[in-house]
């Protein structure tokens, strides 16, 4: 009685979880959306160990994809959205990337995405929907023939198909599954059950996480089971989804995180020129990802003014006044 | 009182909204014309945002779709699944607010690429959520900026279907409801004709001339049709700039 589940063997470090579930290769779920909850303690570690020839899947992402292409460990991409908002309307490393032919790209929809999330969340091979009639999305494929149907590429990139249900003429798309090797979450928080709770937007988060085989939650806290179970219904994920549980205050930054804080407008000024610029973007690398060796101490390189200045306020969820130009 | 080409568009957008609309936001001026609708012109039409966010109070503008101010004070925080089921539902009359690098003469939208989509000259963010709009919602209205190689004969890529080829093509192509209601763009309002369904000059802004219009459209278009836009008013500048965006992030 009382004792709910241990969860000593799924909490770990950073460098524990990339080590241990992050393999060259591998198909990468990352989650969040733009400048929101992107995994970025994990993903700064992928760099560290340079992890390459990663197939990543997304909807719509932003900072995390655009520093880990940037970095060289993305080989094979299918996206919906790649932007940072008004920070860079086009992530800078990923439209470089595409323009110079340097990965292997697929688009999508955000909602085509979503649902290939939830067909393998679901364990069926795809779902349909009207997303996509008549459009290049359909007409033009971007990866090569040759590698349809090998790893986990499908192997279609889609089937029109006619209602099966009705006589008259009536298309639908059908959208293969994903069922990625690991997905990527940061979340608010987790219970030292393991439940998982995402404050604010969830995206598609709920759905990339049960599609995957392995999945990585780093949080802002880890809190009682008491406080956890108080409100169930807020909660995301149960923990038997979850395979890695990391505690990385401020891991979302420079993304935000509703609740606890903004997105960090300097530090993605700053990124954009850095990233317009091959030489400028590896001193960024250098300096911001390898030759950091811990959490803390990126957090101390950020700066407490800086952290203070893009504090949530708890009650209205975001940093109130916060210079965002 | 002056205005800006800005400030004419998000009140050209707006004033199309009507009370019980329900109205898809993206970034920049369609937040600001989602914003000003509500506020000036249709006070019962609710803003949401593709990422799930469901008539956030809007203190401040939001800079993304995942700005933590899409989520504050909101109605409900869903996802992505939950907020294209609000896109598509036939219950509701859902307009969307998008933008693009191209547009042709039948509202039909580029925001992936510009050259050859293997290899493109200039890659953009690709649809997120546009081609899920174009292809679900009841109407919807895009904001361009008025340049000739931005009006154009052909895209380079159709990331999103607005009358697809014309006439009666886009329901064949299943796409049952929907289509593209109108283009505000820097100079004008374009909308489209309910049979051809091609692009034509509806109002031009005062001060802006129907040549001004053509010779910054890269086709050919109809201008029989075009009327003057009222300028804004003295009531819809002051909400717009003090309640709308007081910070000035878009203005």
Redesign the interface.
């Known amino acids: 009685m009382g004792k709910t589940s241990d969860i000593s063997d799924k909490v770990m470090t950073v460098e524990e979880a990339v080590h241990r579930f992050i393999k060259d290769g591998i198909q990468l779920s990352i989650g ?5 909850r992107n995994p970025m303690a994990i993903v700064y570690e992928i760099i560290r160990q340079k992890i390459k020839n990663l197939h990543v899947v997304c ?2 992402q932003g900072q995390a994809l655009d520093v880990l292409i940037g970095a060289g460990c993305v080989k094979r991409l299918e ?8 920070y860079a ?3 800078i490393r ?2 470089r990337a ?4 340097e990965i292997e790209l697929e ?6 995405m ?2 290939r999330f ?1 067909a393998g969340a679901l364990g069926i091979p795809f779902m349909a929907t ?8 359909l ?2 494929e ?1 990866f090569p023939k040759e590698i349809r149907g090998t790893g986990k590429v499908a192997k279609e990139k889609f089937v029109v198909m006619q209602n099966p249900f009705n006589d008259g ?4 798309v059908l959208v293969p599954a994903l069922n990625p090797d690991v997905a990527l979450i940061h979340a608010q928080y987790v219970g030292e059950d393991g439940t998982v709770r995402i404050k ?8 990339q996480a049960k599609s995957a085989d392995v999945v990585i939650v780093t949080c802002e806290e880890i809190v009682p089971t008491s406080y956890i179970r108080a409100e169930p219904n807020l909660n995301s994920l149960p923990n038997f989804f979850v395979d890695a549980i990391i505690k990385v205050p401020y891991g979302a930054h420079p993304t ?1 995180c ?1 609740g606890f804080y ?2 960090d407008p300097k530090y993605l000024n700053m990124y954009r020129k850095m990233a317009s610029d091959d030489n400028l973007f590896r001193e960024y690398l250098e300096e911001w990802v390898f030759s950091i060796s811990s959490h803390n101490q990126y957090l101390n390189k950020v700066g407490a003014e800086r952290l203070f200045s893009i504090k ?1 306020n708890p009650v ?3 940093a ?2 916060l210079d ?2 | 009182m002056k205005y800006t080409a800005n400030e004419m568009m998000a009140l050209s957008a707006g004033r199309m909204i009507k009370d019980g609309d329900i109205v898809f936001a993206g970034t920049g001026l369609s937040i600001l014309a989602a914003t000003a609708a509500k506020r000036i012109y249709a006070p019962k039409s609710v803003v949401f945002f593709e990422t799930g966010g469901i008539d956030p109070t809007l203190d401040e503008m939001p800079m993304a779709v995942a700005d933590l101010r899409t989520m504050s004070g909101a109605a409900l925080n869903s996802g992505l699944i939950e907020s294209f089921s609000i896109v598509g539902h036939k219950k509701l009359h859902t307009i969307a607010f998008l933008g693009a690098a191209q547009i042709d003469r039948y509202g039909n939208l580029n925001t992936t690429c510009i050259g050859d989509y293997h290899r493109p000259e200039v890659r953009f963010s690709g649809s997120g959520g546009a081609n899920d709009v174009a292809s679900l919602a009841s109407s919807v209205i895009t904001f361009m900026k008025h340049e000739k190689k931005r009006f154009v004969e052909k895209l380079h890529y159709m990331t999103s279907v607005g009358w697809y080829k014309g006439y009666d093509s886009r329901s064949k192509l299943g796409l049952k409801r929907g289509g593209v209601y109108g283009v505000v763009t820097n100079l004008c309002v374009m909308k489209f004709d309910e049979i051809t369904k091609e692009i034509y000059l509806a109002e031009v802004y005062p001060g802006v001339s129907i040549e001004d219009v053509v010779k910054n459209t890269g086709f050919e278009i109809d201008t029989s049709r075009a009327v003057e836009s009222s300028p804004p008013t003295e009531k819809e500048l002051r909400i717009l700039r003090e309640e709308v965006d007081p910070q000035k992030l878009v203005l």
């Open positions: 969040g959306f733009t400048v929101t909807h719509s996206i919906a959205y790649g932007g940072n908002g008004r309307p086009t992530c990923f439209r595409a323009q110079n032919g688009d999508y929809s955000n909602y085509q979503s649902l939830l009207k997303s996509g009639l008549g459009s290049d999305i007409n033009i971007g003429e009536d298309n639908v604010g937007l969830t995206f598609a988060d709920v759905e935000a509703y903004d997105y949530a209205v969820g975001y109130v006044g965002r130009k």
